[in-house]
Structure formats: structure tokens, C-alpha cells
């Protein structure tokens, strides 16, 4: 964004690649409805499917028997590693590191970010790596070697098996942990382990008979030997053993969560106690496609299931764990087979999905245990068989041959506020910005809500406005899409204990010329809090000084912008601003903006709204205002934003009227008195303008910047302003007099050479902030006397009648009529 004012705040929009996988769902009970993240609802990409579309789909599913639909993936890709060998299947670790290795020999950690912060290599051969309950990390290697490691890179070889007939330089099935945390894995004919001392110990199968598969038991393993019987081994002992039906011989075994273990198999499915028993067989009414499943994995508990995937083939099935009912079935068109390692549990409850598909094609489906798809991803230049492992959040990795890629539906972003240890502590009367210090690790868009509105409030714009003594928590919550993080930042509003005072004085300044002016002034020490008094809270109403000032509670005040005194409603004419926010536009004259940092600024403000829709601010989406809160004359051309600052209603019923709340169109209207929302503004055409509304429709996305410049076109940074009030001309700049009325704009006689009361402001080389009124003064005289009172920066503010100053409770000049508008300072301020 160009230096200036952002409404909404900085934006940056995640780029998603999306890719379609058509998804067939039979009558077994899949619900084809994306599930995206609370920021998609904001309208950067819409939601998926509606409620209206399932319901057509339960109603197709009775006339076909698999009707089809179009998932879109979901996809930010995070980062990429380049391991230098095909790698196995990751292993995720509690920190958020991965655990990597690759088949010739290379261990790696990689941070959040994909970064290596440990690598090794091994030179064998390794598997894919497996964790037991007390952190272990084990893997093997080639020639029966098995090691441990731990999450920060530490480990060594555990050992090195021999036994007769070994045969050198093959490679051993990566190793399971069992429910002590032993490490078992096979080897040619053997089943190889480790116990609690670290002594290795085996069990020999017969001869000439191999371990096809294992599966963890909770004490011990389970082995599936090539001769078709099931071995349960705990250590160097046989617990019992079972010849397996021929249906069953060539299947994938899984552990079940409670000790026993279930056996997939072509058309036959099979689940065994711990002691042996048989538990169920069943019997599915086709075999898969490519003859075999991938290694299922089980959702364990009462109502527990089991999901294994095609190994040539598109389907993903789910069945019940205690008898093996088939529960639901999905067909990933074109998925191309499921690796047999394929599947991955996510963490239970996760977003995105608890089971992680890994298909051929490179596709990652991620499913619910009731068969919900919840989010796709696929990155063309790799295939996800290679293994995939889940990072929480909907987050994944997932390998092909020598790159690791992590992704998911969003990007964690963290969130952190710098000036806050532990609970912030802010004092009644004070504001600030919680964005000033507020530290992102991505360029996204956040939203800020408390907790408890009672004690303090902020605002879309993240101001801080404490409301009452207590405690309570600010919430910043990303909101742009393909990205995810919250700060939640605890609270504690105080008594106001500043001793911060505002000073009256009555002063006798002699000029050049010889004469002498009685100058009334109100010395603001730095710090001091600020903010527009606004006459009635309403821009376009009047009110007296005094009353102003104790609405805001403030001790001192002074009035601020030209109005209309004279006729019609009394709108102010000059710059105006509050909260943050802009209350009305003026481009003439000079206007004294104060940041959230103390600073104050003054310049010859100018400023521009800049609209877009949909997320561009070209043509056709370009829009624009050149008012803020002004009534448009009617007949005449006009576009004007009308804020909550104006009141309830626009106060006028022609034009046309473009309702926006929370960023989206939500009424378009002719005619009428429209009412402005308390989250949004309300955009006013009339005239040869009215053409600008045809760009807006209910539904479209709004946002705009306000561009500022100074008087030479040069582009000056208010974005940190809170307060603000424009009149002028300018009087001092940098220690030198510097009156130039009518290059500002201005054209009167009581401007630009007759004398007349004056209320002004100016700030010294400290900081300090000085108000004042003289009885009556030229310009060039009452730049001169601002110069006397020690200003470095000094303007002129709404003089004659106007002219008013208020400090200690009472009027130190009285102004001669109502007043629009104020600029008030105090220690216990009314926001």
C-alpha cells in the first residue's frame, strides 16, 4: 500500500493451487462437503458445497449408485526439502520437527520452517523411522542394524544382529514398537528385537519360511509368515501361532488399539484377540482392485474402525472394528492406487481429516472417521507414495522420492505481542493501537475481539479502549485464507494513575511592531491523552465547548475545524479524525495529526479514497469518494462515505446508497434514508456519479485505502494517526513564521489580512503541546506570537465567534455559538 490510512489493515492473500478430484460416494454413507477454515467464510474463496447441494446428492444417491462429485483441494504448500535419496516415510515429532530418512543412509530434523537444524549419515541402508511411548526413535538399517535416536538428533547403533545363514547387505523391514516400547523388525527368516536392558534378542522361523508383514501387539509382535501362519512373538519366545486360511495368507495386518490385531485380505477381512482368539471373519462382497490392500490403520475404541485403500485401485474403505461391517466406502477417481504404506492417523479431532490417503497419483485425501472428506491435496511435480504423515491442523508431509513436502489447507502463522510480559496492564483514560506492536511471522490479515466488552473493547481497526477496572483478554485471530494462528493476550485495566497536568496561563506577548497581546494559553505536557470531541458524537451537529468537554470528560479543550455556522446543517469543512478513523475530509489548509506514539505531525494534508471490490482496485472493480460524512447537494455530483460517526442515518433520502458490513455489500438502495452499520459505512452517488453504483452488487467484497500527499503531491505516512483536526493556515514550521494562506486555499479577507479572535495550537521542540486564544490578530501577527510562545510547529484553528478555550473545569475564553467540533485532552478521557 502506498504511505497512508488503511481502513481494514494490511491484507495479503495466500496463493492456493487447486486441483479437482472427482470423488464417487455410494450409498455407504460419505458426505462430499469441504470443511473449510473459519477464515475461507470471509470471502476469499467461498464455501464448497451448501446444505441445499447435499441434500441433492442424498437425493441422487437414490437413483445412482454412485453419483459423482467434484472435490477442490484445499493446498498452501510451506516448504520443500531436498534429502539427496528416496526417502521414507516421515515421522512427525511433538515440537513440530520431522524426522526423516532416506534408503541410502541420511537422518535429518527439520524445524517448522523445512530447515535441517540435524543431519547424519548413516552410509546403509535405513527405513522409515517409528516412535515408541517413552520417545525412542528407532530405525533399521542394512545387515540387521537397528538404531536409536531421539527427537534432538542424539543416538547411535543399538546393535548389530548375527545369526546362521545371515546373508549380508539386505535390508530389514522397518521396525514396529510394541506396547512396552521394544523395537522388533524382521530379517530373512528372523524376528529380531530389543529389550528393556538393551540385550538383543530373536526368534527363528522355520526354514526357508519369511516374515511378510508385522503389526505391533501390546506385548510382543505379531509376524505373518510366508507359509501362511501368524506368529506371536514377545522377545526370543513363540506366545502361539496360527495357520491362517488360505484367504487370508497374502493379507496386511494392523494393530487394533487394544492388544489383538486385524487382518485385511482381498475379499476376506479378519480380526484376532491377543490370546488368538478369533474375534470375527468376514467375507466382502468384491476383492480390490490390484488384488490387495495397503496396510490398514485403526480408529481404536467400542465403536472403533478400520481403514485400508486399494493397492491398484481408487476406493478407500472403512469397517467397523468389532465385527468388520463395512461402514463407508469412497472412490477417489483417478487416484491410481494406494501405496502399501499409504495411510496415516491424524491427531484425533484434528481439522483436515483424521486418516491421510496417499495415492499413486499424487493426490492426498484427508478423511474423517465417519468417511467425510475434509480437505484434498495434490502438487503435481511429486507422487505422495512414498509415505505421508500427519503435522496436525490439517497439516501434512509427505515424501517422493528425494522431497519432502509439507502442506495443508493453512500456514501457521504466529502471533505475538512484544510490548506485553506476561498480562498488559493499560489505565483508564488511555488508549493504543494493538497492532503498533503486534508481531506476525506472514503478511496476513487478522481480526481482533475481547473477551469480556465490560472491561476493555477494541476495534476492527485494533484500537484498545479500556472500559472499566478489571481484567479480561484481547483475542488477534488470522483471518486470511491458507493461514491460521491466535494471540491471546490477557488484560488488566487500572485506575488512571497519571499526574500528567494541564496548565493555564495568561501571558503578555509584545511584538515587533510594538504591541502588545493578551494571550491566553494551556500548556498539554507530553503524554498526555487525545482525541476529536465531536459536538453530540455526530458529525453535522453542534454543540457549546463546555458541553463537549464534559462529555469527554477531558481538562482541557479547544475548538477545532471550520464549520458551517451560518446555514443548513453544521458540517465541519476541514480534515477530521478519531479513533483512527476518518471522520470527515477537508483538502485545504494544514492539519495536526497525533500517533499512538506521542508524535505529533502537521502538515498540508490531502487525502484520497481509494476503493476496490473482489480484491482489485482496477477497472471495473475501482471505485472512489471525495467526502467523508458531508450531505451531497442534491442534484449535484457526488460520492460520499457515510461512517457511524455520522449518526444512525444518512439524514437525506436521494442518490444511490451501497450498504457494507464486515467488508461485504450487503443492500443496495435509491432514494432513501438509508441506515449506516455500526461495523461498516454507507456509499453515497448522486448525480453524474450515480454510474459508480452499477459497480457494486450484494455479495461483493469491499475495501478501500485513503492515499495521503501533502500540498507538493508527495506522498506523507498518517497510517499511525489517531487523532487528527485540519483548519490552518500553517503559522510556524521548524522554529520559522510561515503563514502562506492563500497558497493553502484559502481566499477570505478574515484569513488573509483582517484581524480577528484566533484559536490556535502549537508544539514545541519537546513535545509539549500548547493551546491558545488571542482577542484579535492578523495572521502574520498571530504567528508571530506562536513564535514567542516556543513554537517549532504552530497552525491556526476555527477563529471569530468559534474561538474558545477550556481548561480546569470552566471557560477560559467563551466561545459566541455552538461549535462543531474540539480538540480534547485529559488523564480520564470518554472515549
Given at each position: 500500500m502506498q504511505a497512508g490510512i488503511r481502513k481494514a489493515g494490511y491484507r495479503a492473500i495466500a496463493v492456493i493451487a487447486a486441483v479437482t478430484i472427482g470423488l464417487a460416494l455410494p450409498g455407504g454413507g460419505a458426505h462430499g462437503e469441504e470443511q473449510v477454515s473459519s477464515a475461507a467464510s470471509r470471502g476469499f474463496f467461498s464455501k464448497w458445497m451448501k446444505t441445499e447441494r447435499v441434500e441433492e446428492l442424498l437425493r441422487e444417491r437414490k437413483a445412482k449408485a454412485k453419483p459423482s462429485v467434484a472435490i477442490a483441494a484445499v493446498e498452501t504448500e510451506y516448504w520443500r526439502y531436498q534429502a539427496g535419496g528416496k526417502l521414507n516415510k516421515p515421522l512427525p515429532l511433538s515440537d513440530g520437527k520431522l524426522f526423516a530418512t532416506t534408503e541410502n543412509g541420511l537422518i535429518a530434523i527439520l524445524d517448522p520452517n523445512g530447515k535441517a537444524v540435524f543431519s547424519k549419515n548413516q552410509y546403509t541402508g535405513l527405513t522409515a523411522p517409528v516412535m515408541n511411548g517413552k520417545g525412542d526413535i528407532w530405525i533399521t538399517g542394512g545387515s540387521a542394524r537397528l538404531y536409536r535416536y531421539d527427537g534432538k538428533g542424539n543416538g547411535e547403533m543399538a546393535g548389530i544382529y548375527y545369526f546362521q545363514k545371515k546373508t549380508e547387505n539386505l535390508m530389514p523391514s522397518a521396525a514396529v514398537a510394541?506396547?512396552?516400547?521394544?523395537?522388533?523388525?524382521?530379517?530373512?527368516?528372523?524376528?529380531?528385537?530389543?529389550?528393556?536392558?538393551?540385550?538383543?534378542?530373536?526368534?527363528?522361523?522355520?526354514?526357508?519360511?519369511?516374515?511378510?508383514?508385522?503389526?505391533?501387539?501390546?506385548?510382543?509382535?505379531?509376524?505373518?509368515?510366508?507359509?501362511?501362519?501368524?506368529?506371536?512373538?514377545?522377545?526370543?519366545?513363540?506366545?502361539?501361532?496360527?495357520?491362517?486360511?488360505?484367504?487370508?495368507?497374502?493379507?496386511?495386518?494392523?494393530?487394533?488399539?487394544?492388544?489383538?490385531?486385524?487382518?485385511?485380505?482381498?475379499?476376506?477381512l479378519a480380526g484376532y484377540e491377543a490370546d488368538?482368539?478369533?474375534?470375527?471373519?468376514?467375507?466382502?462382497?468384491?476383492?480390490?482392485?490390484?488384488?490387495?490392500?495397503?496396510s490398514p490403520v485403526v480408529f481404536p475404541g467400542d465403536d472403533g474402525s478400520i481403514i485400508a485403500a486399494e493397492l491398484g485401485g481408487n476406493d478407500v474403505v472403512s469397517f467397523r472394528l468389532r465385527d468388520g461391517a463395512e461402514r463407508w466406502r469412497l472412490s477417489a477417481s483417478g487416484a491410481g492406487g494406494f501405496g502399501p504404506a499409504a495411510l496415516a492417523l491424524a491427531p484425533e479431532g484434528a481439522e483436515g481429516g483424521q486418516v491421510l490417503a496417499a495415492a499413486r497419483s499424487g493426490a492426498v485425501i484427508a478423511i474423517d472417521a465417519a468417511g467425510r472428506i475434509a480437505y484434498t491435496y495434490k502438487h503435481a511435480a511429486v507422487s505422495a507414495a512414498g509415505g505421508v504423515a500427519a503435522l496436525g491442523g490439517g497439516r501434512i508431509a509427505f515424501a517422493s522420492a528425494d522431497v519432502l513436502v509439507a502442506a495443508g489447507p493453512y500456514r501457521p502463522v504466529a502471533v505475538t505481542y512484544a510490548a506485553a510480559s506476561g498480562t498488559l496492564k493499560l489505565p483508564l483514560g488511555t488508549r493504543l493501537l494493538l497492532a503498533d506492536k503486534l508481531t506476525l511471522s506472514a503478511p496476513v490479515a487478522v481480526s481482533y475481539r475481547s473477551d469480556n466488552g465490560n472491561v476493555v473493547r477494541v476495534s476492527p481497526e485494533s484500537v484498545v479502549t479500556p472500559v472499566a477496572a478489571g481484567k479480561a483478554?484481547?483475542?488477534?485471530?488470522?483471518?486470511?485464507?491458507?493461514?491460521?494462528?491466535?494471540?491471546?493476550?490477557?488484560?488488566?485495566?487500572?485506575?488512571?494513575?497519571?499526574?500528567?497536568?494541564?496548565?493555564?496561563?495568561?501571558?503578555?506577548?509584545?511584538?515587533?511592531?510594538?504591541?502588545?497581546y493578551t494571550v491566553q494559553t494551556v500548556t498539554i505536557p507530553r503524554g498526555m491523552p487525545v482525541t476529536l470531541g465531536i459536538a453530540k458524537r455526530s458529525v453535522g451537529a453542534s454543540q457549546s465547548l463546555a458541553d463537549i468537554a464534559k462529555a469527554y470528560g477531558a481538562d482541557a479543550a479547544v475548538n477545532g475545524t471550520y464549520f458551517s455556522a451560518y446555514e443548513g446543517l453544521p458540517e465541519p469543512y476541514g480534515m477530521m479524525m478519531s479513533d483512527g478513523e476518518l471522520d470527515f475530509i477537508g483538502n485545504t489548509g494544514t492539519t495536526i495529526g497525533f500517533t499512538w506514539d506521542g508524535t505529533v505531525l502537521m502538515d498540508n494534508l490531502r487525502a484520497k479514497i481509494v476503493g476496490g471490490t473482489n480484491g482489485s482496485f482496477s477497472h471495473p472493480n475501482n471505485w472512489y469518494a471525495y467526502f467523508v460524512n458531508r450531505t451531497p447537494t442534491k442534484g449535484a455530483s457526488s460520492a460520499v462515505m457515510f461512517t457511524p460517526k455520522r449518526g444512525a442515518k444518512l439524514g437525506f433520502a436521494y442518490g444511490t446508497a451501497i450498504t457494507v458490513r464486515g467488508g461485504i455489500v450487503t443492500l443496495k438502495s435509491s432514494n432513501q434514508n438509508a441506515a449506516i452499520p455500526a461495523d461498516g459505512y454507507v456509499l453515497v452517488f448522486t448525480g453524474a456519479e450515480e454510474k459508480l453504483a452499477d459497480r457494486f452488487k450484494v455479495g461483493d467484497k469491499v475495501d478501500y485505502k485513503l492515499e495521503t500527499k501533502n500540498l507538493g503531491g508527495q506522498l506523507i505516512d498518517w497510517s499511525r494517526v489517531h487523532t487528527a483536526v485540519g483548519a490552518g493556515p500553517r503559522l510556524v514550521k521548524d522554529g520559522k513564521l510561515a503563514v502562506n494562506a492563500k497558497a493553502e486555499g484559502f481566499t477570505e479577507a478574515k484569513i488573509l489580512t483582517n484581524a480577528a479572535a484566533r484559536s490556535g495550537i502549537l508544539v514545541k521542540k519537546d513535545g509539549t503541546v500548547v493551546i491558545a486564544t488571542v482577542p484579535a490578530a492578523t495572521m502574520n501577527q498571530w504567528g508571530e506570537i506562536m513564535l514567542k510562545l516556543g513554537a517549532h510547529q504552530a497552525m491556526n484553528l476555527d477563529g471569530g465567534a468559534s474561538s474558545g478555550l477550556y481548561a480546569g473545569g470552566k471557560l477560559i475564553t467563551t466561545p459566541g455559538r455552538l461549535i462543531s467540533n474540539a480538540l480534547v485532552f485529559g488523564n480520564h478521557l470518554k472515549w
Open positions: 510394541d506396547g512396552e516400547g521394544r523395537p522388533y523388525f524382521s530379517y530373512q527368516h528372523a524376528i529380531l528385537s530389543l529389550d528393556a536392558k538393551g540385550a538383543k534378542e530373536m526368534y527363528v522361523l522355520p526354514e526357508g519360511v519369511s516374515v511378510r508383514a508385522m503389526a505391533p501387539a501390546g506385548k510382543g509382535v505379531y509376524a505373518l509368515a510366508s507359509n501362511g501362519t501368524l506368529y506371536a512373538v514377545h522377545g526370543s519366545k513363540l506366545l502361539w501361532q496360527a495357520e491362517l486360511p488360505a484367504a487370508l495368507r497374502k493379507g496386511m495386518p494392523a494393530a487394533d488399539g487394544t492388544g489383538g490385531l486385524v487382518i485385511a485380505a482381498g475379499k476376506a488368538g482368539t478369533v474375534r470375527f471373519t468376514r467375507e466382502l462382497s468384491a476383492a480390490p482392485a490390484g488384488g490387495g490392500w495397503s483478554s484481547l483475542i488477534v485471530d488470522v483471518t486470511t485464507p491458507g493461514y491460521k494462528g491466535q494471540l491471546k493476550l490477557p488484560v488488566e485495566i487500572t485506575a488512571s494513575s497519571s499526574k500528567l497536568k494541564a496548565t493555564h496561563a495568561s501571558q503578555k506577548i509584545k511584538l515587533s511592531n510594538g504591541t502588545t
